[in-house]
């Protein structure tokens, strides 16, 4: 059983939207707002050429960074501005802007899911072949004409 088809449209807008709701409340810092809407710009490159493999792996691989990057930035900054006494709707606002930047973070991994299913339906090939075995050997073949004697092969 597959993963079911969702579209890209669909997963930038969610992103976009989480996104912006995130940064309601100014508590996180600039390089978390850009690193993000970086990467839904690759989205919206992704969805301009749709027989490109090549956008849909930059925004997977962004995907994945971002992954850890608002990971980081969440945790070094909820600290520093939940210790700070906010009042009324300032209060909520800062916990919806919480709450949507780790609904975000959460829904991320999910999306890679379904973005590296659409990497493979476009013709996307991630084979990663680390055969060290056939590495080392490379190494000490002798294939020469030349050196034939010397490795102690006879043709």
């Not at 969702?6 to 969610?14: A, C, E, P, S």
Request: net charge negative; hydrophobic share 50%.
């Amino acid at each position: 059983m597959g993963l079911p088809v969702i579209n890209l449209k669909m997963i930038i807008t969610v992103h976009w939207l989480l996104t912006t709701w995130g940064c309601l409340y100014f508590w996180l810092p600039p390089p978390y707002i850009w690193s993000n809407y970086a990467v839904l710009a690759i989205g919206v490159w992704a969805i301009a050429q749709r027989d490109s493999v090549d956008a849909l792996a930059m925004y997977l691989i962004g995907m994945v960074i971002t992954i850890l990057l608002d990971i980081i930035h969440i945790a070094v900054n909820y600290e520093r501005v939940a210790d700070i006494q906010i009042g009324g709707t300032a209060r909520d606002q800062f916990r919806f802007s919480v709450g949507m930047a780790i609904l975000s973070l959460l829904l991320k991994p999910v999306s890679c899911l379904f973005v590296y299913q659409m990497y493979k339906e476009r013709g996307g090939d991630c084979n990663l072949n680390i055969d060290l075995d056939s590495s080392i050997d490379s190494r000490f073949t002798c294939d020469s004409v030349e050196s034939r004697a010397y490795c102690g092969r006879s043709s």
